[in-house]
Nanobody, 120 residues
């Protein structure tokens, strides 16, 4: 499975961005998917996850209520709508595909990241 994340950019605090992650194969439609983020010098951090059907989601406390994860299996694409962005959201965001259909920590395939920069 090859993953390509895009949609990052520079935005002012309080603004919004929508990230997309396109998967190369329909395999991803049977697997949970998620987003992680990382800033230089820090460990990769979990952001959000969604199960294979798209009817179960999980969020990090730091983004709950501001970010929304969704997916369109017909398009092999996952999204992350980010609202009320804060400078601390600045990071490179990575999309990932799990080995399981339900949300778990068995992340297997990682895409190249897309950089999100939030200015104060």
């Amino acid at each position: 499975v090859q993953l390509q994340a895009f949609g990052g950019g520079l935005v002012q605090a309080g603004g919004s961005l929508r990230l997309s992650c396109a998967a190369s194969k329909r395999t991803s439609s049977n697997n949970a998917m998620g987003w992680f983020r990382q800033t230089p010098g820090k460990e990769r951090e979990f952001v959000a996850a969604i199960n294979w059907r798209g009817d179960s989601t999980n969020y990090a406390d730091s983004v709950k209520g501001r970010f929304t994860i969704s997916r369109d299996n017909a398009k092999n694409t996952m999204y992350l709508q980010m609202n009320s962005l804060k400078p601390e959201d600045t990071a490179t965001y990575y999309c990932v595909v799990s080995l399981t259909a339900s949300i778990s920590d068995r992340w297997r395939y990682w895409g190249q990241g897309t950089l999100v920069t939030v200015s104060s």
